[in-house]
């Protein structure tokens, strides 16, 4: 029973900061990929980051590359993605995914940006 529990999502002008966390459990967090998501209404869920298991690792689409900074705490089973300079276009909900065997999502977090 995967279970991956995401916060820090809100409304933030444009320019603005937030830094989501996923709370990680069910699984040895220190041995999986872990990934932060995105879907925008009415488009498809996109990969936003990625971070090999022990972190050395990272992947970022090209529309948030040297914005976003994906990062994990082992000791606190907690994965985070630091946004700055956040564009209206980032608005979406945020999830995170866990390259388990079986995979699985987090509940979301939306992330609004607009003035």
């Known amino acids: 029973q995967v279970q991956l529990v995401e916060s820090g999502g809100g409304l933030v002008q444009p320019g603005g900061s937030l830094r989501l966390s996923c709370v990680a459990s069910?699984?040895?967090?220190?041995?999986?990929?872990m990934s932060w998501f995105r879907q925008a209404p009415g488009k498809e869920r996109e990969l936003v980051a990625m971070i090999s298991a022990s972190g050395t690792n990272k992947n970022y689409a090209d529309a948030v590359k040297g914005r976003f900074d994906i990062s994990r705490d082992v000791g606190k089973n907690t994965l985070y993605l630091q946004m700055d300079n956040l564009k209206p276009e980032d608005t979406a909900v945020y999830y995170c995914?866990?390259?388990?065997?079986?995979?699985?999502w987090g509940q979301g977090t939306q992330v609004t940006v607009s003035s």
């Open positions: 995914r866990a390259h388990t065997e079986t995979g699985a």
């Open positions: 069910g699984f040895d967090f220190g041995l999986f990929y």
